[in-house]
């Protein structure tokens, strides 16, 4: 099972100069198993380079893959108008999300639309199939993937994708619940897990200086949910826009102090497990 990612930015995309070492890109990863299955995590901008990328393959842009959408935040979905598969008339996408699939369909395609895009999300060539994710997860070929809320503003969710022993759990977009400075549900959920990629939107100092509520995590709160669940890795993204390649190198090395094996996610970073 290989985790790239795509994206790793937050809110909104930045220019590559103050972003150069880390990315600009917002949020997008994928997970392709060992036969070749393709499970994508969240439509920002940064699916537009993957769809690029997937174009120069065997089969064109024409490809076959699940896309887990976390919640339907811009920064979320902002990128899905410029994947190169959806235009594909040979592609095959099942959308996956909490949501009913009539109503993820609904709200994607009050996003791409004319005034604001030229062709309507239902008239893209590509044949889409919508499902709702709940208790029993999915299947994605050789891919099991689960799924645990998360505290954020109008809901998001983590998911956990497994092959075998292996697993890696994406977590953005959550904040901690209760006094001990994580969310209990989220350590359960990522108990024993490979990777745990974490939501690193603010420092501790911001966090505490006014963006309780607003859903996002810091550093300290990944490396006590990390320690908590046993996980081996653990792998900050979400960037704010604000900070600099300099200030999120910074924290990797703050983090590391309590937690070795932690580190800043990058665009183009590549792990197996």
């Known amino acids: 099972m290989e985790l790239r990612f795509w994206g790793v930015r937050g809110t909104c995309p930045v220019p590559r100069k103050p972003a150069s070492r880390f990315g ?41 893959c699940s896309i887990f959408l976390t919640h339907f935040h811009l920064d979320h979905i902002s990128g899905l108008p410029f994947f190169a598969p959806l235009f594909a008339p040979g592609s095959r996408l099942t959308f996956y999300s909490a949501f009913e699939p ?7 395609g009050r996003v791409m639309r004319p005034p604001f895009f030229p062709l309507s999300f239902d008239r893209t060539p590509a044949a889409k199939t919508f499902r709702r994710i709940g208790r029993d997860g999915a299947v994605v070929g050789g891919l099991r993937v689960t799924t645990c809320a998360l505290s954020h503003p109008q809901g998001s969710n983590a998911y956990r994708i497994a092959e075998g022993r292996s697993s890696v759990v994406y977590a953005t977009d959550g904040e901690p619940r209760g006094p001990a400075g994580f969310d209990p549900r989220l350590v359960r959920f990522a108990a024993g897990a490979d ?13 505490a200086a006014g963006r309780r509520g607003w859903g996002h995590g810091t550093w300290a709160d990944g490396v006590r949910t990390a320690t908590s ?22 924290m990797e090395r703050k983090a590391r102090k309590a937690f070795p094996e932690a580190s800043c996610a990058y665009e183009s970073l590549r792990l197996r497990f």
């Open 24 to 64: 600009g890109n917002t949020p997008c990863v994928a997970v392709t198993s060992r036969r070749g299955d393709l499970a994508v995590i969240d439509a920002g901008t940064g699916i537009r380079v993957l769809g690029a990328a997937l174009a120069q393959g065997p089969s064109g842009p024409a490809v076959t």
């Open 102 to 108: 009539e109503e993820t369909r609904r709200r994607l």
């Open 195 to 207: 990777a745990l990629v974490y939501d690193t939107m603010f420092t501790p100092e911001e966090y």
């Open 229 to 250: 669940a046993g996980v081996e890795t653990l792998l900050f993204s979400h960037f704010n826009p604000d900070h600099s390649d300099r200030e999120l190198a910074q």
